[in-house]
């Protein structure tokens, strides 16, 4: 099973999100966007791993202990930069409190072999990729140019950074992901409460 650990959102924020992709989502339409539904904020992602496996996880992520934290969703932008964009988020707001979690939770996951992230966490909320190849974030070989967020940029430009909202975030949970034709499919498989 495909898993990762992350924050979900609120349902005010989601439709906030949702309205603005309504608005935006014809100037990018080759984009591959995500799904309302499917709409989280990812700490950790841990890849292909067993049953027995993931009940490890489980059992590593429990010791984790973390205050609840208030997030604040505002603003866009693009990975890895503007003038090259392969993915197109919304930017959070939450001071060190969510950095440290996602540090916390690579250190504690290393110790079941689930290898570190190789880059400094950045807080975002992925809203579409774009482009052919990788689709990552960061340039991987067979990479080309990418005019895919072009028109979206150029729309985006006049407009003020928008607000989506606070909320306070006082768990994050293990997610199965489940790929299919028509997109990803996440299923929770376990929550951790934040203090």
């Given amino acids: 099973m495909r898993l990762f650990v992350a924050l979900d959102i609120d349902d005010d924020i989601r439709g906030r999100i949702t309205r603005f992709l309504d608005d ?3 100037f ?3 984009a591959r ?4 539904e499917s ?6 992602f841990i890849g292909e791993k067993s049953e027995a ?3 490890k996880i489980k059992l590593t992520l429990r010791t984790i202990e973390a205050a609840a934290m208030e997030m604040n969703f505002r603003g866009f932008g693009f990975f890895p930069e503007a003038r090259a964009p392969r993915v197109f988020w919304v930017g959070i707001e939450a001071g ?3 950095t440290s979690l996602a540090e916390t939770m690579d250190n504690r996951l290393s110790s079941l072999n689930i290898p570190k992230e190789g880059h400094a966490f950045n807080a975002h909320l992925t809203l579409a990729r774009g482009g052919r190849g990788s689709g990552s974030a960061r340039w991987r070989k067979g990479d080309g140019p990418n005019r895919t967020f072009q028109r979206l940029q150029e729309k985006l430009a006049a407009q003020s950074p928008p607000e989506f909202g606070t909320m306070t975030a006082r768990e994050f949970f293990l997610y199965q992901s489940q790929l299919s034709p028509g997109g990803s499919k996440y299923m929770r498989l376990a929550g951790f409460g934040l203090q």
Avoid: D, G, I
């Fill in 33 to 36: 966007w995500v799904r309302p």
């Fill in 24 to 26: 935006v989502r014809k």
């Fill in 28 to 30: 990018a339409p080759e």
């Fill in 96 to 98: 060190s409190a969510l």
């Fill in 53 to 55: 496996e993931a009940e």
């Fill in 39 to 44: 709409l989280h904020v990812t700490l950790k």
